[in-house]
C-alpha cells in the first residue's frame, strides 16, 4: 500500500527556533496536507496544498507541494511553546476521501 | 458545542464484551469516518460513510460493525475484541464532495482491551 515516511521522528527545539520537517512517498499525491495532533487531541488540519509546486503559508507555518508530487515539507518559524505536538503529513490520490498518513513528527519545544 | 463529538473518551473492555463507540457531528457534513491511531503506526482508515452509506471498508475484521443511523451520527460496535485491538478510534467528517483530505477530527475513544 501507500507509505508516507516523515522525518524526522522526533524533535527538541529553543523556542524562537525554526523548524523544518518532511515527507516523502514513494507514490504520486494530488493533495498533500499537514495536520497537527495535540495531546489528547483529534488531529486539526493546518494547511492544504492541491497543485505542484504549491508554496502555502498560514502565519508562522508554510509548507510546499513538491514538484514530483511524492514529498512536502512543513517549515514552522520562531517556535512558541504551544507548537508542541505530533505533525502528520497526509496524501490524498485516486479516490479523494481516500488520506493517507505518515507515521508523524513530535515536536518538543523548550521555552 | 464542539464540532465532532466522540463518546466515551475512554472505556476499558475484556474480551468477551460488547461495547459501542459513538460520534457525532455538528458540522452539516455528509461524510463520517471511522481512523484508527496505534503507538508508532499511521492512521488507518478503517471505514467511510457518505449520506448514510457505507462507501469504504479497509478490510477491517468483521468484531467491529459500523453504524451510520444518519449523516450526523455514526457506531462502532465493538465484541470479541482482541489485546492488539487496544487504541485511539478517531471519528471524523468532511464535506461530500469537499476539498480533497480536509477532515475534521473528534477528540477520539481510547480503548484498552484486556
Given at each position: ?111 | ?16 464484551n460488547k461495547k459501542s463507540l459513538k460520534c457525532e457531528q455538528h458540522l452539516g457534513h455528509n461524510a463520517m469516518y471511522w481512523y484508527k491511531q496505534s503507538a508508532k503506526k499511521p492512521l488507518e482508515l478503517m471505514f467511510v460513510y457518505n449520506f448514510k452509506e457505507q462507501t469504504e471498508n479497509n478490510s477491517v475484521p468483521s468484531r467491529f460493525s459500523p453504524e451510520c443511523p444518519n ?44
Amino acid at each position: 500500500g501507500q507509505q508516507l515516511n516523515q522525518s524526522p521522528q522526533s524533535m527538541f527545539i529553543q523556542e524562537g527556533e525554526d523548524v523544518s520537517m518532511n515527507c516523502t512517498s514513494s507514490s504520486i499525491f494530488n493533495t498533500w496536507l499537514w495536520y497537527k495532533q495535540d495531546p489528547g487531541e483529534g488531529p486539526v488540519l493546518l494547511i492544504a496544498l492541491y497543485k505542484a509546486g504549491e508554496l502555502t503559508s498560514n502565519g508562522r507555518l508554510t509548507a510546499q507541494f513538491g514538484i514530483t508530487r511524492k514529498d512536502s515539507f512543513l517549515n514552522i518559524s520562531a517556535s512558541i511553546p504551544s507548537d508542541v505536538g505530533i505533525y502528520f503529513c497526509a496524501g490524498v490520490s485516486g479516490g479523494y476521501q481516500k488520506v493517507t498518513f505518515g507515521t508523524g513528527t513530535k515536536l518538543q519545544v523548550i521555552p | 458545542e464542539t464540532g465532532v463529538t466522540q463518546t466515551p473518551r475512554h472505556l476499558v473492555m475484556g474480551m468477551t464484551n460488547k461495547k459501542s463507540l459513538k460520534c457525532e457531528q455538528h458540522l452539516g457534513h455528509n461524510a463520517m469516518y471511522w481512523y484508527k491511531q496505534s503507538a508508532k503506526k499511521p492512521l488507518e482508515l478503517m471505514f467511510v460513510y457518505n449520506f448514510k452509506e457505507q462507501t469504504e471498508n479497509n478490510s477491517v475484521p468483521s468484531r467491529f460493525s459500523p453504524e451510520c443511523p444518519n449523516s450526523s451520527h455514526l457506531f462502532l460496535h465493538l465484541h470479541t475484541l482482541q489485546p492488539e485491538d487496544s487504541a485511539l478510534y478517531l471519528c471524523a467528517s468532511s464535506h461530500s464532495g469537499g476539498a480533497p483530505g480536509e477532515l475534521f477530527f473528534g477528540e477520539g475513544s481510547r480503548l484498552t482491551v484486556l
